[in-house]
């Protein structure tokens, strides 16, 4: 299974938006409404954001949201603060039942 | 509150089998529709789902790694484990157990991780 496409990294301002964007193929993120975010800061474990493209689990900032056009799922980040520098994650379930992940995306706030 | 612990086995011998065994607590492993899931981590890469296992015993595994991964489920003592055959230096990595609910990528509970290298 090859892994998702996402830019290796972001920048912005803090009060700014930023979107993350997420490729795959019609075997996972195309042909699924499973899609998922995660949130990773250094030497600390992943931390659910969004789940099935556009879900935020209990206790997350509504200034995460999550999209998908095609075979291309969104995160966008408004109102960007300092404590959202991290890494990003999407992932996605497939068509094989597995899951995969991108390559990650480091958010830097100016 | 669920948590998970992966235990730390530390360092591997080449060849040899890397297993890890994670512990969860604040919920039975046997409840609910959840996957019990192994991702790893690469020194500064991205994450790499390893596969996952339904109380039942139905396992799923990341097809790349399928000949050497083979993850079991105790649910008498609420664990689940990995083990990876014929190990070598390209399995160092931080080795995260996870919770999946529904088996759709949903991992809304993880272990702290721990750093397994292989190395003689």
């Known amino acids: 299974q090859s892994a998702l496409t996402q830019p290796a990294s972001v920048s912005g301002s803090p009060g700014q938006s930023i979107t993350i964007s997420c490729t795959g193929t019609?075997?996972?993120?195309?042909?699924?409404?499973?899609v998922s975010w995660y949130q990773q800061h250094p030497g600390k474990a992943p931390r659910l954001m969004i789940y099935?493209?556009?879900n935020r689990p209990s206790g997350v900032s509504d200034r995460f949201s999550g999209s998908k056009s095609g075979n291309t799922a969104s995160l966008t980040i408004s109102g960007l603060r300092s404590e959202d520098e991290a890494d990003y994650y999407c992932?996605?379930?497939?068509?094989?039942?597995?899951?995969?992940f991108g390559g990650g995306t480091k958010l830097t706030v100016l | 509150q669920v948590q998970l612990k992966e235990s730390d086995p530390g360092l591997v011998q080449p060849s040899q089998t890397l297993s890890l065994t994670c512990t969860v607590s604040?919920?039975?492993?046997?409840?609910?529709?959840?996957?019990w899931t192994w991702i790893r981590q690469h020194p500064g890469k991205a994450l790499e789902w390893i596969g996952y296992?339904?109380?039942?015993?139905?396992?799923y595994y990341n097809p790349s790694l399928k000949s050497r991964v083979t993850i079991s489920v105790d649910t008498s003592n609420n664990q689940f484990s990995l083990k990876l055959t014929s190990a070598t230096a390209a399995d160092t990595a931080v080795y995260y157990c996870?919770?999946?609910?529904?088996?759709?990528?949903?991992?809304?509970?993880w272990g702290q991780g721990t750093l397994v290298t292989v190395s003689s």
């Open positions: 019609s075997d996972d993120v195309g042909g699924y409404n499973h």
């Open positions: 604040g919920g039975s492993i046997s409840s609910g529709d959840y996957y």
């Open positions: 992932s996605s379930y497939t068509v094989t039942t597995t899951v995969t």
């Open positions: 296992i339904f109380h039942s015993g139905t396992t």
């Open positions: 099935d493209v556009s």
């Open positions: 996870a919770r999946d609910r529904g088996g759709y990528d949903w991992l809304d509970y």
